[in-house]
């Protein structure tokens, strides 16, 4: 079992920067592939970014490529979605998940958070 709680999200101006955190409690979180993905109302939920077990490999979505950067940290069980140079696109409802394996599709994802919200005004 991993539970996971995101925080960092908030109301930031185009073009600003926003750094999102997700804790993991547990003791193998070192095995879980880590992913960020987002949501707004009346669609469906959608891949921003993941990162593989030894944070030596990721991937990211076309529409954040380049602007955000997710990384982990082993030792404190934490995972990092800085997101830079922020449109007013990117607002959503942030979550983070937990997976055995390297994928991008939600439903290969088995823990997943509470949600951050994240705004951006233009």
């Known amino acids: 079992q991993v539970q996971l709680v995101e925080s960092g999200g908030g109301l930031v101006q185009a073009g600003g920067s926003l750094r999102l955190s997700c804790a993991a409690s547990?003791?193998?979180?070192?095995?879980?592939?880590m992913g960020w993905f987002r949501q707004t109302p009346g669609k469906e939920r959608e891949f921003v970014a993941v990162?593989?077990?030894?944070?030596?490999?990721?991937s990211y979505a076309d529409s954040v490529k380049g602007r955000f950067t997710i990384s982990r940290d082993n030792a404190q069980n934490l995972v990092y979605l800085q997101m830079n140079s922020l449109k007013p696109e990117d607002t959503a409802v942030y979550y983070c998940?937990?997976?055995?394996?390297?994928?991008?599709?939600?439903?290969?994802?088995?823990?997943w958070g509470q949600g951050t919200q994240v705004t951006v005004s233009s």
């Open positions: 547990g003791r193998t979180f070192s095995v879980y592939t």
């Open positions: 998940a937990a997976s055995r394996f390297y994928r991008i599709d939600s439903s290969e994802y088995s823990y």
């Open positions: 990162i593989e077990m030894s944070g030596a490999i990721t």
